[in-house]
């Protein structure tokens, strides 16, 4: 919605703080409380993009709060260091090295695990302060004396030593710190994020390397943690060891959920918040112990009620307004169900950027040798011999349990195979993972949609589409998605392809299912898969929505080598020009598709007890 | 300090932290491994449990009427904080359900405090247990081991809930793949209640039984919280053995590290939990499934 | 950005630069402030909250108090001690005009009010709370901790603010030695007064050469507390540190270090832990039969312990403390202190209100004998040493590190069945005078900072 304007949302924020300090104190906000309230914020901006848009969970940012502020409140009180502003930064870099490190540990595991595995860092940081470090850190003492910060500017030195002063240093390190983050967020890398938040494995089975991005994101939510902890120390001239205490995480996760995670300004907002009505309850209202009950309520109800924070509420209202404003003026959008398909007309598939180099002539593709599965002391597939060709459209079929899902699992890589092995493109690919071998040219569409759902059709595509441009990793943070060389001819042409193109900006979970179906194997055609893989396509279709489907995928097998899943027997033998059986987890028999519907053992496969009468 | 008698006393230590340890942290394996949700008001259930014990102690003289009532509270407070707020929460994503427990720790906390003021209370052990047991190697608190004792048929009932009866199998079936559960035509919710529960019981009944032995306080349970955590990541999220041997283990690191210096005994504890983490990433029981 | 001042190094000194800034700022800052004119001598430029913050008919004073978190017990002792004192300012009670002979229903015919906020026991909530009270209010003094990590903290913040400070509770030697600052005044007795005042106790009644087993906390505080008891015990009378049993802060379960101590052979254990950690620590030694086998010593008593302990527990424990009720039979301003306290709350005051009240009743003497809010004024008249009442005796405060030169109680436990009331925990043996038992000013470190 802010999109059109690139700077309004940066200039409104500059706007903002210049005025806060004039307009804050009439609302009963003391200077210093504002000033805290900057410094929350700048560890939650980086939280945010931890936990908001990534969809990690750490309790574990005081220790990088404590880490970043003691380092830097260590260097201007205990040596000789004085220039301030580089002990914010080295402060910052040590938190983010400190980060890197533990993050590698840490994000061994997601979700739950994750998040106990931060508090107990957290802890252990707090241990590690007050015990073996105390020499350094002050132990429960913490660091005192920490001079306010000033700027050596050759000719005069700026000193930010008065209320008014402090807040324009630390207001500026925010805008900054928020800048950077706007950008971070509008990167790819931002993009990324937010896919492996909803979809991790499909962003993995998409070619990013999503531990690395999980890494980033954890040392960028350090390095402001630590930066926020340096402006601490100095703002207070005192850095305190309960920077370490773990009811430090604990507060800038329930400030970040206040204000609404995944917005980065909901954790100004949330810090705001807690902060006010802490004051509020025990100055003005006099709840003396009982503030923290009220406030522990507080936070409940708005857990319960207000899903997305305050800044949610506020873009939720803002919607509102809006959707108002344009049902007012007529519908904007074309109506979302019940669009008739157009049957997507073939496209030359020559010459246009999303095809990987074709060698000419045939020879194989990909060759499976003694693929074998065994789950514990079940066998899912037993020396299954395959190969495809190139530009071939290879259908597999199989009665249910046949291990048809289970063999396309070890061909992308997802699943190691207990024995055998996979060539792709003359490489042996077995034991590689599931990114290195969508980045060579070989993925799949799932049989149950896999999609980002609170991202938008073009993000969607976009996600897919960077594999293939970017690499798995790349730490392009500051680079704006419409800079991305070759994204946007990647994304409108996958878009026509899959026909999509009036739904771009939709979110997916406002879709209907066939187009989720399309969008499902537009993400897989998106990467420009040299092989595509397609596991039950046609799966939940509705009779008409098959006869599109088909189509599309006639369309987009030109230049293509696929194989096909499904159960769908008459789409496959229309479609594919040869068809491997599957049968408990075996390869039965392998031809045409009118081989196969004259084979007697297919026969016998599918209808079971009555071969005799077709024999 | 470092003597064999010295060696075998703090072993037996750690077998009793790690027996109290182990009881808590399946209730909040249960917990998780049945319904998904982290509890993390789980330590205040453990205060909970010791003050409705506390209470029920003062008005009573019995400590098995303490140990009873306890108990019930905290399974009711469970039970009702699920109806009430988790049942509401197993569509959203996994981090609210941590904020709303988070939270709710908190008001649980300040609102024992609120009522029963910061100063910590005691409730004494029952009569028999009271006094000082020679073990030979060392002289022990009585009651001690008796709670050691306790403790451990807490555990054994909850085995033998866990794995020999029906309830117990659709737990474990639930754990084992809650969407199975569902298909097989079971109501749920109702065993998701039972099962909070039951595993905010197991806290409870701990904080009861530790109440003789640490008199309790409000903000009793973060410390336990947070060793819990390590428990489980050790043992393996969702898996009662798993939280059995993850709090034997926790409680020996704890005792034999502190024998050689006690600063580092929670730096080692991560320590542990480090090195099961980069060999065994599920845990040590644990199996790969949910996360 | 026009308002950064630069820094320069002619004429002004840096630091008038800086309060001419800071009067800019907070005018910026808090509209409605805008019509103070600084009407001061020259001699007296504006410092900290002087003078916006005694120009109107209420002057504030802000504490920082844990009501929630491990020291919340303690806090709200406090808090009522601070509460009690200023009420007695307010109304001209009998029992200030003792300490403060110019009050007037009032100090130098103003009210003061008291303002108070959790701090839950951490130093950085301590500051915010602090901050917030400067800021919104112009407190023109400061209080709060219960331990002495706020304690310091809240000394280098009143150094920096030119606010001064008392502290609450707080026990470490350093508030008044390495850490001690010009802003920053303690009433109440500390590590190494405790250790001077009961070693001689314990060596009278216990003899020489003994084993002794000490259980510290792990952080400075502890440390310096243990320190200095060993020390004396084993200079003055040959006694053996057997084993330190150093636990974390916030320790549950103590039966590592009781096992420790079991098998250690000592006769005594010395119990420098705080808080809930010295009552859990207390009730596991009983438990695990150490205790009345061993003898405990509390150097530092803590106020309530033997309320959450019990007596079975605390009979026989030897302990120095800074004020107990019963003292109310030898001196008549604790008779008072105690039935007002009593009147007002419910129950006999602990020693941490009465370091409270105390404290702010020497405050508002020095004011009031000043004759002036403005700080420098209030720290010079502290700082003559004059000889002032408390509570058990006549004490002074030192010029050169700004302790108070106060007694230290030793007190012993009684039996259950000794106690003429609920809280007769504990029996005086001995009120050792202070001049003994301090070191010699710069023993510590103490090096106070400057009055502007």
Redesign the interface.
């Not at chain 2, 959203?92 to 609210?96: Q, S, V, W």
């Not at chain 2, 306080?217 to 009793?220: E, I, L, S, T």
């Not at chain 2, 006690?262 to 730096?267: A, F, R, T």
């Given at each position: 919605m802010l999109k059109q304007r690139p700077f309004l949302i940066e200039t409104l924020t500059a706007l903002g703080l210049i005025a806060a300090p004039f307009v804050l104190p009439y609302l009963g906000f003391s200077p210093t409380t504002i000033n805290r309230i900057l410094i929350w914020a700048l560890v939650g901006i980086g939280f945010d993009i931890l936990f908001g848009y990534t969809g990690l969970l750490s309790f574990g940012q005081s220790a990088f709060f404590g880490t970043g502020g003691m380092f830097a409140a260590y260097l201007l009180t205990q040596t000789g260091f004085t220039n301030t502003v580089a002990a914010l930064f080295l402060g910052a870099i040590v938190s983010g090295v400190i980060g890197y490190l533990v993050g590698l540990i840490a994000l061994r595991r997601t979700g739950i695990y994750f998040a106990m595995i931060t508090v107990a860092i957290a802890e252990v940081f707090f241990f590690v302060e007050f015990n073996p470090l105390s020499a350094f850190t002050g132990g429960e003492n913490g660091l005192p004396g920490v001079p306010t910060p000033n700027l050596h500017l050759g000719f005069t030195t700026l000193e930010f030593d008065t209320n008014l002063s402090m807040y324009a240093f630390i207001a500026f390190w925010y805008f900054v710190g928020l800048v950077a983050a706007l950008r971070i967020v509008r990167s790819p890398v931002g993009l990324l994020l937010r896919a492996i938040r909803d979809n991790p494995l499909r962003a993995q089975a998409l070619g990013h390397n999503i531990h690395s991005y999980k890494l980033t994101a954890f040392v960028i939510a350090a390095v402001y943690a630590g930066f926020a902890g340096g402006l601490l120390g100095m703002m207070q001239g005192f850095m305190p060891p309960d920077a370490f205490m773990f009811a430090t995480s604990g507060e800038i996760v329930m400030q970040t959920a206040i204000g609404g995670a995944g917005t980065l300004f909901g954790p100004l907002l949330g810090a705001a918040t807690w902060l006010y009505l802490s004051d509020f309850f025990q100055t003005t209202l006099h709840l003396g112990a009982t503030w923290k009950l009220i406030l522990g309520i507080v936070f409940v109800l708005l857990i319960c009620f207000l899903r997305r924070g305050l800044a949610g509420a506020i873009i939720d209202l803002y919607r509102l307004v809006t959707k108002k404003k344009q049902s007012e003026e007529g519908p904007a959008t074309a109506p979302q169900s019940s669009v008739v398909v157009k049957l997507p007309t073939p496209k030359p598939a020559t010459g246009t950027v999303h095809v990987r180099h074709q060698p000419a002539g045939g020879g194989p593709i990909l060759q499976a040798r003694g693929l074998t599965r065994r789950y514990g002391g079940v066998i899912a597939n037993s020396d299954i011999d395959f190969t495809v060709d190139y530009g071939e459209m290879r259908g597999i079929i199989g009665p249910n349990g046949a291990g048809k899902s289970t063999f396309f699992k070890m061909l992308t890589c997802e699943v190691p195979p207990s024995s055998g092995k996979i060539a792709f493109e003359g490489r042996d690919i077995t034991g590689m993972n599931v990114i290195d071998v969508c980045q060579l040219g070989l993925t799949k569409s799932y049989q149950i949609n896999q999609l980002f759902e609170r991202l938008t059709v073009r993000q969607n595509l976009e996600i897919a589409a960077l594999g293939k441009v970017r690499g798995k990793f790349r730490l392009d943070l500051f680079r704006s998605l419409a800079r991305v060389p070759g994204l946007d001819e990647q994304v409108s042409h996958t878009l026509a392809l899959v026909n999509l193109t009036h739904r771009t900006d939709t979110s997916v979970s406002e879709l209907a299912y066939g187009e989720k179906r399309r969008l499902e194997i537009g993400l897989a055609l998106a990467t420009s898969p040299s092989l595509l893989l397609l596991d039950e396509p046609l799966a939940g279709m509705s009779p008409q929505e098959r006869v599109e489907t088909v189509a599309l995928l006639k369309s987009i097998a030109q230049g293509r080598t696929m194989i096909i899943i499904d159960h769908d027997m008459d789409a496959l033998f229309e479609l594919a020009e040869k068809v491997t059986v599957l049968q408990e987890g075996r390869v039965l028999v392998e031809g045409t598709p009118d081989q196969i519907k004259n084979n007697a053992k297919v026969q016998e496969a599918y209808l079971g007890g009555v071969h005799g009468e077709v024999a | 300090?470092v003597?064999w008698?010295?060696f075998i006393?703090?072993c037996f230590?750690g077998l009793?932290?790690g027996a109290l340890l182990a009881l808590i942290s399946s209730g909040l394996t249960i917990i998780?491994g049945t319904l998904g949700v982290?509890n993390l008001a789980h330590g205040a259930m453990f205060m909970l449990g010791g003050y409705a014990g506390w209470l029920a102690y003062t008005y009573s003289d019995s400590f098995i009427i303490a140990v009873i009532v306890g108990s019930v509270f905290v399974m009711l407070v469970g039970v009702v904080m699920e109806r009430l707020?988790i049942r509401?929460f197993y569509s959203?994503?996994?981090?609210?359900q941590?904020?709303?427990t988070?939270?709710?720790g908190?008001?649980f906390v300040?609102?024992v405090?609120?009522f029963f003021?910061?100063?910590?209370k005691?409730t004494p052990p029952p009569a028999m247990f009271q006094?000082?047991t020679n073990l030979g190697f060392?002289?022990?608190?009585t009651?001690?081991l008796a709670a050691l004792g306790i403790v451990a048929i807490a555990l054994l009932a909850l085995y033998i809930v866990l794995y020999r009866t029906r309830i117990g199998m659709i737990v474990r079936a639930g754990i084992e793949d809650a969407v199975m559960v569902d298909s097989l035509g079971i109501d749920v919710y109702k065993i998701f209640m039972l099962v909070f529960g039951i595993g905010a019981m197991a806290a409870g009944f701990a904080g009861i039984v530790n109440a003789p032995?640490?008199?309790i306080?409000?903000?009793?349970g973060?410390?336990?919280l947070?060793q819990t955590?390590?428990v489980?990541?050790i043992g393996g999220?969702g898996s009662f053995p798993g939280a059995i041997l993850g709090g034997l283990i926790a409680g020996e690191i704890?005792?034999i590290t502190?024998?050689f210096n006690?600063?580092?005994?929670?730096?080692m504890?991560?320590v542990a939990?480090?090195l099961v983490?980069?060999l065994r990433?599920y845990g040590l029981l644990g199996s790969a499934g949910r996360? | 950005m026009a308002k950064f001042k630069s820094g320069n190094k002619s004429g002004l000194s840096r630091r008038h630069v800086l309060q001419l800034g800071a009067g800019v700022a907070s005018a910026a800052f808090i509209p409605g402030l805008g019509t103070i004119g600084w009407a001061y001598a020259d001699d007296k430029p504006p410092i900290g909250t002087w003078p916006a913050g005694s120009e109107g008919d209420t002057v504030y004073l802000g504490a920082a108090v844990p009501l929630t978190g491990t020291y919340a017990a303690q806090g709200a002792d406090e808090l009522k001690g601070w509460e009690l004192a200023v009420d007695h300012i307010n109304e001209g009670h009998e029992l200030m005009k003792k300490f403060a002979p110019k009050i007037d229903k009032g100090l130098l015919g103003k009210k003061v009010k008291l303002l108070s906020a959790d701090s839950a026991a951490k130093p950085n909530t301590a500051l915010r709370v602090a901050q917030t009270f400067i800021n919104d209010n112009k407190i023109i003094m400061m209080t709060g901790s219960t331990s002495s990590a706020v304690a310091v903290a809240m000394n280098k913040f009143a150094e920096r603010e030119k606010i001064l400070y008392l502290a609450g509770i707080s026990g470490s030697n350093d508030t008044t030695g390495k850490d001690c600052v010009r802003y920053g005044f303690r009433q109440n007795f500390f590590g190494q007064t405790a250790a001077a005042a009961i070693g001689p106790v314990l060596v009278k009644n216990f003899g020489k050469n003994r084993k002794a087993a000490f259980m510290t906390p792990d952080y400075t505080y502890g440390h310096t507390v243990t320190k200095s008891v060993n020390d004396y015990l084993k200079e003055h009378a040959g006694w053996e540190m057997v084993t330190n049993q150093v636990s974390p802060l916030g320790t549950q379960d103590f039966s590592q270090y009781l096992t420790n101590i079991a098998n250690s052979g000592a006769e005594f254990i010395v119990n420098v832990n705080w808080g809930r950690d010295a009552v859990l620590s207390t009730q596991q030694a009983k438990q695990f039969g150490l205790l009345p086998q061993m003898k405990l010593v509390i150097p530092y008593q803590i106020p309530f312990l033997a309320k959450e302990v019990g007596a079975d527990i605390t009979e026989g424990v030897f302990a120095a403390t800074d004020f107990w009720w019963t003292l109310e039979d030898k001196y008549p301003l604790s008779k008072m202190f105690v039935e007002a306290f009593q009147e007002k709350y419910g129950y006999r005051p602990e020693w941490g209100a009465e370091n409270s009240y105390v404290s702010f009743a020497h405050w508002a003497r020095m004011v009031s004998e000043a004759g002036s809010f403005y700080p420098p004024d209030v720290i010079k008249q502290f700082e003559k040493g004059e000889t002032i009442p408390s509570l058990i005796g006549d004490v002074h405060y030192r010029p050169e590190d700004h302790q108070c030169v106060r007694p230290v109680v030793i007190v012993r436990g009684k039996a259950q069945k000794d106690m003429k009331n609920d809280e007769d925990f504990w029996e005086v043996l001995e009120v050792v005078p202070g001049e003994g038992l301090m070191q010699a000013p710069d023993a510590f470190g103490c090096k106070l900072g400057d009055y502007t």
């Open positions: - | 300090m003597n008698a010295n006393s703090q230590n009793v932290l998780y982290l707020i509401h959203r994503p996994h981090e609210d941590l904020l709303v988070f939270g709710l908190i008001v300040e609102g405090r609120f003021g910061s100063l910590s005691m006094g000082i060392m002289f022990y608190p009651y001690r032995v640490v008199s306080a409000p903000d009793m973060e410390a336990i947070v955590f390590v489980v990541v999220v704890i005792s502190s024998m006690p600063g580092y005994s929670y730096v504890l991560f939990m480090t983490l980069v990433p996360e | -």
